[in-house]
């Protein structure tokens, strides 16, 4: 009997995902019924309850999306590698003990207390900083977002770099090699599958928030032009509109064609971090 | 193992029990639900509490999300009434109808839209046709009104929220530029317009003053004028805008589901009641003008 319950358990989540996915597709097909694809992938202007023509285009929300999300990891990549070097192979196991748990707690912070601190805080400080009129725009949400997948980045690196073998590090030391040209030139590249992978968590982690971006971001509809622009992310937008739209309009299909889309991009994402996970599973030692 | 089975079964009854316990409350219907607008929710939350105060055997639940979220709720007939802070559209009507419900329109307060300027702006007065321009896109720059040279940073709600939809359709007549930022809710608009020296932005009157009349810090209050003829009107003067003679004012409603009867009906004749529109004045807004009272009448809502 235990077993049968946790076999559904079990699969319980696969359903739960096909479910979804099903809905997505199911909802998000209909959309093109009324929207061609060139407008839905191509035109750069959204706004289905237009006072004059509704438009359907996604073009600037990806392009948002996907600005916030690489400016996080611009920010993120080197301090979260950086830290997990440290904690792995440089700081003396009380500060370790100390880190660990911080960067766990880091990761507990609700989204949308981190969005709040990007309005009070972040933004009128970047807007002091670089002379704006406002701060409410792509690299505060970038920020935040770097801020959000630090502790996941963190983790899997030092999991990564914690689990190249400890004779790696003899032979490398033994031959003359300073600590530092260890870590650069035989730790770091022994772990970087590990490390690539805790990337891409980080970056899928980072496309699929909606609360923090929606918060600090400004939601302008147009297409930015540098970092300093207000964006609309794809999760901003249907937080936004899913509230309020008519059940089975166009509109209402369309936020589906635009959650199937980010889905989409989540998971190839989250797939290739996968298989570059296995990856050095097969080939540790 | 034993012990580990216990566990797992005892975690199912418990999640069974739960789920009926949910089931039940759900079926006790005795509170008045009340959902949408968000420019309302405060005042009719402050109605319902004065209307529980003389009736202790009523019970109302009020919440937010929107004026589009209440008609919604309206339409799926999974609230009482809803708030909302603009007219329901043809679709919604026809949504509405679809599934057997026949939507009743009640205003119930009246509400200035205030245009607020960051204070460090020395602009006093715009025109309908000023704002419009500036929300269109057509006007980048304070310069081109008078202003030091400084390109404009134009807020605005999301377009869940019925003041979005309001102040498109009356003040701006167009789509808003692309320029806008879509802030999540009116005290977002009021937090930026404070903090940035190049800010306007809409909200309702009652949201900037408070029971004293004092207007929130670090914002300037715009006098609108109908147009470049008319002489600008400031919606800080009450008298202004219960008489129509500041152009951004618009009617409150609540939607019922047919014409209202028994208790909901009992609540709302409190709301419209002296002692009921001196909740919203005391709330910031405006009370109904004869106007609509005669049409209440008519409509046979109060005697």
Known sequence: ?285 | MNFAKIKIVGAIAISALLVTACGGSQKRQNAIQISGSDSEVNMVQNLAEAYMKKSPEQSIAVTGGGSGTGIAALINQQTDIANSSRMMNKTEYQQARDQGVEPVAIPFAIDGLAVIINHELPITELTIDQISQIYKGSITNWSELGGPDLPITVYGRQSNSGTYVYFRDNVVKADYTNNMRNMNGTAQIVEAVRSDNSAIGYVGIGYIVDKEGKVADRLSVLNVAADADSPAYSPLNKENVASGLYPISRALYQFTNGMPEGRMLDFIRFELSPEGQQVVVNAGYYPLGQSYMDELKEMGIIE
Do not use: C
């Open chain 1, 1 to 285: 009997m235990v077993r049968g319950v946790l076999f559904l358990a079990g699969m319980s989540v696969i359903v739960v995902l096909g479910g979804i996915f099903a809905m997505l597709f199911y909802y998000g097909m209909h959309a093109f019924s009324d929207i061609s694809l060139s407008e839905f992938f191509l035109s750069t202007s959204w706004n289905p309850s237009a006072y004059g023509e509704p438009t359907y285009g996604i073009l600037s929300m990806v392009v948002s999306t996907l600005f916030v999300s690489v400016g996080a990891m611009v920010i993120a990549i080197p301090i979260g590698v950086g830290a997990a070097a440290y904690i792995s192979e440089i700081a003396k196991p009380a500060v370790r003990e100390t880190l660990k748990p911080v960067i766990e707690i880091l990761a507990s912070i609700p989204s949308v207390v981190v969005g709040f601190f990007g309005i009070v805080f972040l933004g009128p400080l970047i807007a002091d900083t670089f002379g704006l009129s406002s701060g409410l725009n792509a690299i505060n949400g970038s920020f935040l977002l770097a801020f959000m997948s630090l502790p996941t980045i963190i983790s899997v690196s030092e999991d990564a770099i914690h689990s190249v073998p400890e004779e790696y590090k003899a032979a490398s030391m033994a031959l003359g090699a300073t600590k530092w040209y260890t870590l650069v030139k035989v730790i770091l590249p022994a772990a970087s599958s590990g490390i690539i992978a805790s990337i891409m968590l980080g970056f899928g982690r980072a496309i699929g928030e909606t609360m923090t971006v929606l918060m600090a971001t400004g939601n302008a509809l147009r297409m930015p032009g540098n970092l300093f622009d207000s964006v609309r992310t794809m999760t901003a937008n249907i937080a936004i509109e899913l509230g309020e739209v008519p059940f089975n309009t166009t509109h209402y299909y369309s936020l589906f064609a635009v959650g199937l889309m980010l889905f989409l991009m989540t998971m190839l994402v989250n797939l290739a971090a996968e298989r570059i996970t296995q990856h050095i599973g097969r080939h540790k030692l």
